[in-house]
């Protein structure tokens, strides 16, 4: 564990397994009515390692005459990486579980978190030939993503509790004053934490400090991503952002509008491809060919998500159109009269 802030500490998950499983941060504000911020892998490995870290916490504490009492866990939002150890740290700690009503409705049961993370996304962008082959690849897919889940991530599931948070409230810790609020893109349900005094955010996935949030179908959107990006932009007394992945980010104007640079930059670099094929078209699978001429197959895969999402804001401005055929979707620039 690490002292990050004083009287925030953060405890670092190892991954595996590279992007799959990253290493993961979790954060512990530490006093009288202290919380964890996420909740990370539910594995037995990870929960131990987590338990060990805030005996250290305590330890500390107790060596200044300081209170330490945990009441609470939040989580940023209900990615597996986020979530997965939720029932397991209420186990071993006795505290609540505080989910807002759009998370707990995703992860209360199996169902739920795999209707909300393991539809089929891609239908409207990417053709498979046969309705049968398309239907086994999903019954394949989603069979394997239960077993994945379990095993890598640790999952389990919440139906109970012990207090949902509206998702814009002001909520006390440590008898401070903290801002919970929306800010989706990256999921449906992502929330940010931010004290005005201390100018501290805790940002989830949002804003990292040397990668980019990954972007993808289902239940992302790259236009509601950069207008909650936007909205941390304009937060008054910004000084510190600590996120979920990676160090704490001490410049957090530059690193926001690194990220809005970025997104632009990918937004044009997607239109100038389909413009460079206005006569015949070109497909997505094309396009992600055309940015990731080199690289291998996998990259390929985890790239279509943020190329589809930037595909439909295109569409969304009006910028590109599609056309059907029976083989594959291509896109086209709108001609401007």
């Given amino acids: 564990m690490k002292e990050v802030y004083p009287g925030i500490f953060l405890i670092k998950e190892k991954g595996t397994s590279g992007a799959i499983k990253p290493p993961e941060n979790i954060y512990v504000l530490a006093g009288s009515d202290g919380i964890i911020f996420d909740a990370g892998y539910g594995t037995k490995k990870a929960v131990n390692h987590l338990i060990t870290e805030l005996k250290k916490i305590e330890e500390f504490y107790k060596e200044q005459n300081k209170e330490f009492k945990l009441t609470r ?10 979530f997965s150890g939720l029932k397991r740290i209420r186990e071993a700690l006795g505290i609540k579980v505080s989910l807002t009503k759009k998370s707990a409705e995703i992860i209360k049961d ?3 978190f795999i209707k909300s993370f393991e539809t089929d996304a891609y239908k409207d962008y990417l053709r498979v030939r046969k309705n049968i082959t398309r239907r086994i690849i ?3 897919r989603n069979v394997g993503s239960r077993l994945f889940y379990q095993r890598i991530y640790g999952v389990s599931y919440i139906d109970d509790p012990e207090e949902i948070l509206d998702d814009n409230k002001e909520i006390i810790i440590n008898g401070e004053v903290w801002q919970i609020f929306p800010s989706p893109g990256h999921a449906i349900d992502h929330i940010s934490l931010y004290n005005k005094e201390k100018g501290i955010l805790f940002s989830g996935d949002n ?28 937060l008054p007394n910004l ?13 957090p104007m530059e690193r926001i509008a690194e990220i809005l640079t970025h997104r ?21 699978k094309d396009i992600i060919k055309a940015i990731y001429p080199k690289d291998s197959r996998f990259l390929h ?5 943020w190329i589809v999402l930037t595909l439909k804001m295109l569409e969304a401005k009006n910028l590109i159109k599609r056309q059907d055929t ?5 896109f086209f620039p709108v001609k401007k009269d």
């Fill in 326 to 330: 029976k083989k594959k979707i291509i």
């Fill in 301 to 305: 895969q985890v790239a279509r998500g």
């Fill in 138 to 140: 999903n019954v394949l």
């Fill in 239 to 251: 000084k510190l952002i600590l996120a979920a992945h990676g160090s704490p980010i001490e410049n």
């Fill in 207 to 234: 804003i990292l400090r040397t990668i980019t949030t990954w972007l993808g179908p289902p239940n992302c959107d790259v236009s509601v991503y950069i207008k909650s990006v936007e909205m941390i932009q304009n």
């Fill in 110 to 112: 199996k169902k739920s």
């Fill in 73 to 82: 866990i939040i989580v940023s939002h209900c990615h597996p990486d986020h």
């Fill in 264 to 284: 632009k930059e990918r937004e044009d670099q997607v239109f100038d491809i389909i413009y460079s094929n206005s006569d015949n078209g070109i497909s997505p």
